[in-house]
C-alpha cells in the first residue's frame, strides 16, 4: 500500500517547487527516509524489548500516519494559491 504512494511523493515535489530544486529537494527527502528506515527497526526492537509487546510501536505509527494524512490533506495545490490556472503547474 505505501508503495503506491511513493509516484504521488515525486509528482507533488515537482507540481509544487518546480524543476529547478526537484533533486535538491528529493536528496534532503531520501536523508530523512534512510534515517527513519535505519532507526525505526531499531526503535521497534528496543520497545519490544522492554514491554515485550509491539502495541506501543503500532500505537505511534497509527498516530505518526494520521497526522501526516491530516497534514497531506490540508495542502494547498500552489496555482490554487497563486490563482493561475489549475492546468499550469508552477516549474
Given at each position: 500500500?505505501?508503495?503506491?504512494?511513493?509516484?504521488?511523493?515525486?509528482?507533488?515535489?515537482?507540481?509544487?517547487?518546480?524543476?529547478?530544486?526537484?533533486?535538491?529537494?528529493?536528496?534532503?527527502?531520501?536523508?530523512?527516509?534512510?534515517?527513519?528506515?535505519?532507526?525505526?527497526?531499531?526503535?521497534?526492537?528496543?520497545?519490544?524489548?522492554?514491554?515485550?509487546?509491539?502495541?506501543?510501536?503500532?500505537?505511534?505509527?497509527?498516530?505518526?500516519l494520521?497526522?501526516?494524512?491530516?497534514?497531506?490533506?490540508?495542502?494547498?495545490?500552489?496555482?490554487?494559491k497563486?490563482?493561475?490556472?489549475?492546468r499550469t503547474?508552477?516549474?
Amino acid at each position: 500500500m505505501l508503495d503506491a504512494s511513493i509516484p504521488v511523493f515525486w509528482a507533488s515535489v515537482g507540481d509544487f517547487f518546480g524543476r529547478k530544486s526537484f533533486g535538491a529537494i528529493r536528496g534532503n527527502m531520501n536523508l530523512f527516509y534512510t534515517w527513519g528506515a535505519i532507526l525505526g527497526p531499531f526503535a521497534a526492537g528496543a520497545i519490544y524489548d522492554r514491554t515485550q509487546s509491539y502495541e506501543l510501536v503500532f500505537t505511534g505509527i497509527t498516530i505518526a500516519l494520521l497526522i501526516s494524512t491530516a497534514m497531506t490533506a490540508l495542502l494547498i495545490k500552489p496555482w490554487t494559491k497563486l490563482g493561475t490556472s489549475a492546468r499550469t503547474p508552477i516549474h
